[in-house]
């Protein structure tokens, strides 16, 4: 149990254009799903947490305009690289908590973007 | 703040030993969440083991158990008989919920290389 899917694995978009990753939580509900960022050789750096039904908060540097981020329902939550550039390029990864307390995050399998 | 540390960039290990993964945290929290995480080549991140701030007893999950010292604010993770397989990044996470919201944060990763 506890799936989530990430979609797609890998894009290749042109300088300018806009990208929208999907991240659905297969067989569970989440209320907040969260967004990181690794660049290659690094650490996951939190973008934004995603909220069903509110605006995503964002960490401190996180271009929300740059980085949309909506959860329209409880087993969806989008982020759209609006007019991207070739320091987008990174790994993009989502993840989702099944329950409360102890649980842990549940990763996607991430989304490698590159912006030519 | 709180912080994840991870003093071992790389580690090696023979093939059927056991090996430790360093990780120290810092959080004024009270009550908290360790997490490891295991990832592989190929990007996703696997959940390895949890240990609660109040839990007694280290964590174990299979060959993975955790050395939890919370006066020294250190949970180490040791792999039990290593194998090949288990050559991978691996990240020691916290949840952190001093802004009200959960998240996640990370270590800098180890990356553990098993040797045949």
């Known amino acids: 149990g506890a799936v989530v899917s990430q979609h797609p694995s890998r894009v290749i978009c042109k300088s300018g254009t806009s990208v929208k990753i999907e991240c659905r939580s297969l067989d569970f509900q989440a209320t907040t799903m969260f967004w990181y960022r690794q660049f290659p050789k690094q650490s996951l750096m939190l973008m934004a947490t995603s909220n069903e039904g509110s605006k995503a908060t964002y960490e401190q540097g996180v271009e929300k305009d740059k980085f949309l981020i909506n959860h329209a329902s409880l087993t969806l939550s989008t982020l759209t690289v609006t007019s991207a550039h070739p320091e987008d390029s990174s790994f993009y990864i989502c993840?989702?908590?099944?329950?409360?307390?102890?649980?842990?995050?549940?990763f996607g399998n991430g989304t490698r973007l590159t912006v030519t | 703040a709180q912080k994840i540390t991870q003093t071992q960039p790389g580690m090696f290990v023979q093939e059927k030993e056991a090996v430790t993964l360093d990780c120290t945290y810092d959080?004024?929290?009270?009550?908290?969440?360790l997490f490891w995480y295991k990832q592989p080549s190929s990007g996703e991140m696997i959940f390895l083991i949890y240990?609660?701030?109040?839990?007694?007893q280290n964590a174990t999950e299979g060959r993975y158990s955790l050395n939890f010292q919370k006066a020294r604010k250190s949970a180490n993770l040791v792999i039990s008989a290593s194998q090949l397989g288990d050559s991978a990044m691996y990240f020691c996470a916290m949840r952190d919920a001093t802004s009200g919201t959960y998240k996640y944060i990370f270590g800098t990763g180890t990356r553990l290389k098993v040797l045949a």
């Open positions: 993840s989702a908590r099944a329950g409360f307390g102890t649980s842990p995050l549940h």
């Open positions: 240990q609660g701030s109040y839990d007694e």
């Open positions: 959080t004024s929290d009270q009550s908290y969440g």
